[in-house]
C-alpha cells in the first residue's frame, strides 16, 4: 500500500507569513493528492485536489503543487483561521490513505 | 449541498458491536458516482479511513479493519451504516461519514460533524 508521509509534524508561525507543508508518497501517484484542513472539534475540509486545483470556496491563498512523490501546501499570507491541522490523503486500488498530519500553530 | 449526520451510541463495550447511521440530508444517496466512507480519528490522533459503501452495494475496506467491519447502504431511508465487530478500546474515536463523488480521482468532499464512540471495559 502506498503510504504518506507528512512533513513537518508541526510548526509555528506568525499571521501574514507563509508556510509550505510537504506531503511525500511512498511511490509515484500522479497529482492524485487531496489536502484538507482541520480545526479542532471539526470534521476536515477539503482544500485541494488533483494535487493543485482549489476547491470551490476556498480562499486563493491556499495553493497546491507536485506530482509523482513530493506534493506541496502552501498558505500565504496566513490568516488567523488558518491555524488547524493539514493532511494530505490519495486513493488507490480501492484503499484510501491519510498522512500524519501536520499542526499549524501559533507563533 | 450534501449534508450528513452520524446516530448512534456513545459508549460501547468492549467485545460487543459498534454500530452507526450516517443520514445524507441534501440529494439522494443513490447519486450514481457516489461512495459513502466511514473515516475514524482516535482522540489526539489522526484519519484513519474504515471503509466504503455505493449505492448498488459495492464495498471496499481497510485491509486492516475488513475482519470485523460491515457497511451497508439503505436507500429507502437515505442511510448508511456502520458495524464494528468484537470492538475494544483501541475503537474508540470520533467516526465521521463522508461522501467521495467519484468524479475522477478520489477525495472526500462532504463530511459529518462526527460521533465520539468510547468502548469501556
Known amino acids: 500500500a502506498i503510504q504518506l508521509t507528512q512533513s513537518p509534524s508541526s510548526l509555528s508561525a506568525s499571521v501574514g507569513d507563509t508556510v509550505t507543508i510537504t506531503c511525500r508518497a511512498s511511490?509515484?501517484?500522479?497529482?492524485?493528492l487531496g489536502w484538507y484542513q482541520q480545526k479542532p472539534e471539526k470534521p476536515p475540509k477539503l482544500l485541494i485536489y488533483?494535487?493543485?486545483t482549489l476547491q470551490s470556496g476556498v480562499p486563493s491563498r491556499f495553493s497546491g503543487s507536485g506530482s509523482a512523490t513530493d506534493f506541496t501546501l502552501t498558505i500565504s499570507s496566513l490568516q488567523p483561521e488558518d491555524f488547524a491541522t493539514y493532511y494530505c490523503q490519495h486513493f488507490n486500488s480501492y484503499l484510501y490513505t491519510f498522512g500524519q498530519g501536520t499542526k499549524l500553530e501559533i507563533k | 449541498q450534501l449534508q450528513l449526520q452520524e446516530s448512534g451510541p456513545g459508549l460501547v463495550k468492549a467485545s460487543e458491536t459498534l454500530s452507526l447511521t450516517c443520514t445524507v440530508f441534501g440529494g439522494s444517496i443513490s447519486r450514481s458516482r457516489y461512495y459513502w466512507a466511514w473515516v475514524r480519528q482516535p482522540p489526539g490522533k489522526g484519519l484513519e479511513w474504515i471503509g466504503s459503501?455505493?449505492?448498488?452495494?459495492?464495498?471496499y475496506f481497510n485491509p486492516s479493519l475488513k475482519s470485523r467491519v460491515t457497511v451497508s447502504v439503505d436507500t429507502s431511508k437515505n442511510q448508511f451504516s456502520l458495524k464494528v465487530t468484537s470492538a475494544t478500546a483501541a475503537d474508540t474515536a470520533v467516526y465521521y461519514c463522508a461522501g467521495d463523488d467519484g468524479n475522477g480521482e478520489h477525495y472526500f468532499d462532504c463530511w459529518g460533524q462526527g460521533t465520539l464512540v468510547t468502548v469501556s471495559s
Open positions: 511511490q509515484g501517484i500522479s497529482s492524485a
Open positions: 488533483d494535487a493543485s
Open positions: 459503501v455505493h449505492y448498488s452495494g459495492s464495498t
